[in-house]
């Protein structure tokens, strides 16, 4: 007896083969997708320390080379179009506002690095170090749409000409005067939200419970900072009210002023951290 085979038939997968596979592929992307996006939030979360420290570093120079004190922080010399004094007065010049279209500080990257304009410029010249980038906030200019320039802030009260906002409270205008609070918990700069920054003076309240500029947690809920000592660190915010979901594209809404309780862990930790009574 002849046995023949059929060398032309094909082997393939059922239908059901096919559908456990998918399954398979399914589960993986769905375990594999967070823990990609973690990573790369880490990423930037570090890209962003990296360049505080930069700007913390700066900051540094400018107190040794001027009898110790810190950079200007007045925010009142930047309130309004029209109105304000421009100069090299402070650490930035600008007022942010990306809902307004064709306001050109909101790309003017010369207000963060030309030492015409910003104290800090002469030792901190990149533009890349004044914006985090995982900030999603586009401004219209000329009809096209760009990145905000920068959303770092530094702390209001910090500054050798920064405007008191809690009166009875300590104005930090040198080095010299940290005591009560020390250098290595006394806040200087941190990411703010691209939704809510406009000067470079950060506000934390130390008497209405609220939280007047915001700070970013883009990086997994987590946000760069730097200190008087000079050292940076990666801090994980944890309040609903920071963690409000990011914004892409315009701004619709600006965060600013939104009251929160006494015990909000975000406003304590500010709070702890941005000075002291008199």
């Not at 007896?1 to 038939?9: A, E, G, S, T």
């Not at 596979?21 to 589960?27: E, G, M, N």
């Not at 918990?185 to 939280?211: I, K, N, T």
């Not at 760069?224 to 409000?244: M, N, Q, Y």
Request: net charge negative; glycine share 8%.
């Amino acid at each position: 007896m002849v046995v023949k085979f059929d060398c032309h038939k094909k082997a393939g997968f059922t239908l059901i083969e096919l559908l456990v596979v998918i399954a398979i592929i399914a589960i993986l992307a769905a375990l594999l997708l967070p823990v990609l996006s973690r990573a790369k939030a880490r990423a930037y979360a570090v890209n962003c320390m990296s360049n505080l420290r930069q700007l913390q570093t700066a900051w540094q120079m400018y107190v040794n080379d001027n009898n110790d004190f810190i950079a200007g922080n007045d925010w009142q010399s930047e309130a309004g179009a029209g109105g304000a004094v421009r100069g090299n007065l402070n650490w930035v010049t600008g007022w942010l506002d990306p809902r307004q279209a064709d306001n050109p500080d909101n790309t003017n990257t010369l207000l963060l690095t030309d030492p015409k304009w910003a104290s800090l410029g002469a030792d901190a010249r990149s533009a890349k170090l004044y914006r985090c980038p995982a900030s999603r906030i586009t401004v219209k200019e000329g009809g096209g749409d760009y990145p905000l320039a920068r959303t770092v802030s530094m702390s209001g009260w910090m500054g050798y000409n920064s405007t008191l906002w809690n009166p009875g409270y300590q104005l930090i205008r040198k080095t010299t005067v940290l005591s009560r609070l020390s250098p290595s918990d006394a806040l200087v700069f941190m990411d703010e939200r691209d939704d809510s920054v406009d000067d470079g003076y950060f506000v934390m309240d130390m008497v209405a419970d609220q939280m007047a500029n915001f700070p970013a947690g883009f990086h997994d809920g987590a946000g760069a900072v730097t200190f008087a000592d000079g050292h940076a660190e990666i801090h994980r915010w944890r309040s609903p009210e920071v963690l409000a979901p990011q914004q892409s594209g315009a701004e619709t809404v600006k965060r600013e002023y939104v009251s929160v309780s006494a015990s909000n862990p975000d406003l304590v930790w500010l709070r702890a951290h941005a000075t002291n009574l008199n």
